[in-house]
C-alpha cells in the first residue's frame, strides 16, 4: 500500500483513500490521471475518425459531380467534332442548375 502526499496539507495518505483523513482534501492518484489522459485521446481519436467519415458521407454529390463533368466533357469533345459546339448547351445547363458551377 503506497502512500501519497496530500497536496493540501502534505500529510501522507494512503493512495486508496479518496480523501485525506486529516484535511477532507481528495487524494490525487497518479496512475488514474495517466489512465484519464489515455482514454481522453481515444475519445479524441474516436471523435476526429468519426467526424472524417461524416464528412466524406455527406458529400453525396462529389461523385455524381464528377461524372456529370466526364460526361458532358465527352459530349463536347464530340459534338466539336461533329461541327455541332451547341449540342451540349443543355448539359451544361443542367450542370449549372445542380452544382451552381461551370463544368
Ligand atoms: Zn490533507
Same mark, same amino acid.
Given at each position: 500500500?503506497? $502512500?501519497? !502526499? /496530500? ?10 483513500? %479518496? &480523501?485525506? *483523513?486529516? /484535511? !477532507? ?6 496512475? %488514474? ?10 475519445? #479524441? $481519436? #474516436?471523435? #476526429? +475518425?468519426?467526424?472524417?467519415? $461524416? +464528412?466524406?458521407?455527406?458529400? *453525396?454529390?462529389?461523385? &455524381? ?7 458532358? &466533357? ?6 466539336? %467534332?461533329? !461541327?455541332?459546339?451547341?449540342? /451540349? ?15
Amino acid at each position: 500500500m503506497a $502512500l501519497v !502526499g /496530500c497536496a493540501e496539507c502534505g500529510k501522507e495518505v494512503s493512495e486508496r483513500a %479518496s &480523501q485525506c *483523513p486529516s /484535511c !477532507g482534501a481528495p487524494v490525487k492518484r497518479p496512475a %488514474s490521471g495517466a489512465g484519464g489522459l489515455l482514454k481522453w485521446g481515444a475519445v #479524441v $481519436l #474516436v471523435g #476526429v +475518425i468519426g467526424l472524417y467519415w $461524416l +464528412i466524406e458521407a455527406n458529400d *453525396p454529390t462529389r461523385e &455524381q459531380r464528377l461524372m456529370d463533368r466526364e460526361a458532358y &466533357q465527352l459530349c463536347q469533345k464530340m459534338a466539336v %467534332s461533329t !461541327g455541332n459546339p451547341g449540342a /451540349c448547351e443543355g448539359m451544361r445547363k443542367d450542370y449549372w442548375a445542380k452544382y451552381n458551377r461551370e463544368p
